[in-house]
């Protein structure tokens, strides 16, 4: 699951620069609130509902200027990213030394060093090691003929592959939460950079928030992360949006020191430390598999 997905580079180019991306982008930024206004409606319609404007088709936990997230949109947002060129990961690997090497540099473990401009770049390397390392495990799997009903009848006399089988077993909640921790994370910080850079270009902004935390989520990589909470954040960063667009990307500021807090799970170092256990622990998976 999750590897016929397009690159995230990709889609963001989709959104950026592909006539269909920008025009779906014109059309829904045209549009106002989803929510009825008290200006347009008299308080004797906003009392007798019958006669007022109908109920906006939204979900509470949508900005209601985020008219991406309309209830009804899906077969506009059905987006088949191949048809315009774009690849998917699912054929060719990165060699694993590549994919550790550009990670570690664009995300350092002081945040002032970090290269969010490819940010992108490496979170579609992160998934490309993920893969692999599923790939590695899945073949020896296969090698060793067993599956998740036979494993132990199989291995019985083999304790070595007994014992490995067991450590990967314990290694994959482990690893499966922190690839989960990671893909929020870095997504967070990724939008807060784009918010806070200038010139303020809502479009680009609007394209890299339709990226990372896409109005409709097709595929996720485990079940440890949920469509609600990418809504979420959606959500929130899309009424950052329209803060810096009315009052600049200092709006920002407060909310980056928030995240940056010691007691905030999402803070740099500890999505550093998670980042840096994960692609450890990835690497021993397939060096060992």
């Known amino acids: 699951a999750g590897q016929k997905l397009p690159t995230l580079k990709s889609v963001n180019g989709y959104w950026k620069h592909e006539t269909q991306g920008k025009l779906i982008t014109e059309f829904f930024s045209s549009l106002d609130k989803i929510s009825p206004s008290i200006n347009d409606t008299t308080i004797a319609k906003l009392r007798n509902p019958s006669e007022g404007p109908p109920e906006p088709k939204a979900s509470p936990d949508h900005a209601p200027g985020d008219r991406f997230m309309d209830l009804g949109n899906e077969a506009l947002l059905d987006i088949d990213f191949a048809s315009f060129g774009i690849p998917d990961k699912s054929q060719k690997r990165l060699p694993i ?18 290269d969010f401009g490819h940010s992108l770049t490496a979170l579609d390397y992160l998934r490309d090691l993920e893969f692999t390392r599923r790939d590695k495990l899945r073949h020896a799997a296969e090698r060793l003929d067993i599956s998740l009903r036979n494993w ?51 479009p680009n902004v609007l394209a890299m928030l339709n990226t990372l935390f896409p109005p409709a989520v097709k595929e996720l990589p485990n079940d440890r992360i949920q469509p609600k909470v990418l809504h979420q954040y959606r959500s929130s960063f899309y009424q950052y ?22 007691d905030n799970r999402h803070r740099w170092g500890n999505t550093w430390d998670n980042l840096t256990h994960y692609m450890e622990l990835a690497e021993q998976m397939i060096k060992q598999a």
Do not use: C, H
């Open 97 to 114: 030394l590549v994919i550790l090497n550009t990670v570690r540099r664009v995300f350092p473990q002081k945040y002032e060093n970090v």
């Open 241 to 262: 949006i329209t803060a810096v667009e009315a009052n600049g990307p200092s709006v920002m500021k407060a909310f980056e020191q928030k995240l940056q807090g010691s």
């Open 152 to 202: 132990k009848s199989v291995l019985a006399d083999n304790p070595d592959a007994l014992r490995w089988i067991e450590l990967v077993q314990k290694y994959e909640l482990i690893i499966e939460e922190g690839y989960a921790n990671i893909f929020i994370d870095i997504r967070i910080w990724t939008m807060v950079a784009e918010l806070k850079s200038t010139p303020f270009y809502k």
